[in-house]
């Protein structure tokens, strides 16, 4: 993979913060993948006291906050801890979906290798859903997570039986031009690739209040690879 330039990434900054709009396929901190670098090392490189206020999956992009100093990541730390902070997700999913603030109250419990289940003997999880847009077969969600538990948004998505496209680990298939066109001939000794090849899953947006007590709303627009999959799907609607 190559590395992005850390300031190509920042879509907000100030004396005490950094957002960026994290690409797909970089994680947030250390990765186990062997010479592979992260946010926070290339931030570093940027600001050498750059410190990660959350993080987001590996294969999921958008709006990532980071501080600048000590006082700003307590300040931010703490609005995280008491659910302050606006965080807005959107998702392409499976299937043709009619929610309007549906509220998806299921408990998760990190499993072994990386996944996660629903159980009641789990943490207390709560995510809102919305309908964007709809298309055939398909439908872009808005996601509003209450609580942040690991791969909350993927998991009650799939229980709702509309898994995020690409999301194999939780149900969701690739997308293939061949599921939108009906006459679709692939050349011959050619291999079809998926629209995306990771969960469509991006951080739109992220709103919290800085030091001064002002409130910021950052958007993060969609990567190219997002933006394809939501062309594709309205052209073949």
């Not at 850390?6 to 957002?19: A, G, H, P, R, S």
């Not at 906050?65 to 008491?82: D, I």
């Not at 692939?186 to 030091?211: M, V, W, Y």
């Amino acid at each position: 993979m190559k590395y992005p330039v850390f300031k190509d990434l920042i879509i907000f900054e100030n004396e005490d913060y950094i957002i960026i709009n994290k690409p797909p396929f970089l994680a947030t901190l250390e990765d186990r993948a062997l010479n592979s670098t992260n946010v926070l090392r290339l931030a570093r490189q940027y600001n050498p006291d750059a410190q990660a206020c959350h993080r987001l999956d590996k294969e999921t992009s958008g709006a990532l906050a980071l501080a600048k100093n000590n006082e700003a990541y307590r300040h931010l730390s703490m609005q995280f801890e008491h659910r302050e902070v606006t965080k807005l997700y959107h998702a392409v999913v499976w299937g043709a979906q009619d929610y309007e603030g549906l509220l998806v109250d299921r408990a998760i419990q990190p499993g072994l290798k990386g996944t996660a289940k629903l159980t009641r003997s789990g943490k207390p999880a709560q995510t809102y859903f919305k309908t964007l847009e709809k298309y055939s077969r398909h439908t872009l969600v808005a996601c509003k997570p209450v609580t942040g538990r690991m791969h909350q948004i993927r998991l009650h998505l799939a229980y709702l039986n509309a898994p995020i496209v690409s999301d194999t680990l939780y149900g969701g298939e690739h997308l293939y031009l061949s599921n939108l066109k009906k006459n679709f001939n692939l050349s011959k000794d050619s291999e079809e690739q998926p629209f995306i090849k990771r969960f469509a899953l991006h951080s739109f947006q992220l709103g919290f209040t800085n030091l001064q007590g002002e409130p910021l709303l950052i958007e993060a627009p969609y990567p190219k690879d997002f933006q394809v999959l939501i062309k594709m799907l309205r052209q073949h609607k």
